[in-house]
T-cell receptor, first 114, second 112 residues
Framework: SQTIHQWPATLVQPVGSPLSLECTVEGTSNPNLYWYRQAAGRGLQLLFYSVGIGQISSEVPQNLSASRPQDRQFILSSKKLLLSDSGFYLC?????????????FGPGTRLTVL | RKEVEQDPGPFNVPEGATVAFNCTYSNSASQSFFWYRQDCRKEPKLLMSVYSSGNEDGRFTAQLNRASQYISLLIRDSKLSDSATYLCVVNMRGGSQGNLIFGKGTKLSVKP
């Protein structure tokens, strides 16, 4: 069966520090991968998605970047964190060419920028 | 108009009650529809897909009205464990492109 992992689970970082969040998927090949952010009291916002190694699409302009160095690895990064980057970061996967785009989420990383 | 709108609640209901959530979406070309459940400080989990003919999974019934751009979720015989936030989700473009749009969720609290 497929599983999705994210780490770290929680993170407290100072403003201006770098960020690296990692997501890995097991039990599937060539998944579509997604990064979302959920700010307090707000809905999920899609940040990036990837349909393959090295292929990244950005949905909103922002202070963050994403990379997919391996088929089942998706990384979210920032060079300098802002206070507004605080939130709950969720990685999700979807089977390749799934007709309905049902997505399955990892446990998330709760980021607080101080 | 927001892309996916839900009543934020909270809905406070006694155990055993029937509760219904509604959701409207703005893009008439939307292709597929889902309900996700999110427990406090946890990730969303897929509850069920919503099909044009309506579908049922145990105590849960989902319905879609394309003409009115309206989705509903009915929960019968509510359990304490049903307490969570229910997210209405719409796939605007179809296929596996990154176009799931999430509503902000409706909070349900089931009391003894």
């Amino acid at each position: 069966s497929q599983t999705i992992h994210q780490w770290p689970a929680t993170l407290v970082q100072p403003v201006g520090s770098p960020l690296s969040l990692e997501c890995t998927v097991e039990g599937t090949s060539n998944p579509n991968l997604y990064w979302y952010r959920q700010a307090a009291g707000r809905g999920l916002q899609l940040l990036f998605y990837s349909v393959g190694i090295g292929q990244i699409s950005s949905e909103v302009p922002q202070n963050l970047s994403a990379s997919r160095p391996q088929d089942r690895q998706f990384i979210l990064s920032s060079k300098k964190l802002l206070l507004s980057d605080s939130g709950f970061y969720l990685c999700a996967w979807c089977p390749f060419r799934a007709p309905n785009n049902e997505q399955f989420f990892g446990p998330g990383t709760r980021l607080t920028v101080l | 108009r927001k892309e996916v709108e839900q009543d934020p609640g909270p809905f406070n209901v006694p155990e055993g009650a029937t509760v219904a959530f509604n959701c409207t979406y703005s893009n008439s070309a939307s292709q597929s529809f889902f309900w996700y459940r999110q427990d406090c400080r946890k990730e969303p989990k897929l509850l069920m897909s919503v099909y044009s003919s309506g579908n049922e999974d145990g105590r849960f019934t989902a319905q879609l009205n394309r003409a009115s751009q309206y989705i509903s979720l009915l929960i019968r015989d509510s359990k304490l464990s049903d307490s969570a936030t229910y997210l209405c989700v719409v796939n605007m473009r179809g296929g596996s492109q990154g176009n799931l749009i999430f509503g902000k969720g409706t909070k349900l609290s089931v009391k003894p």
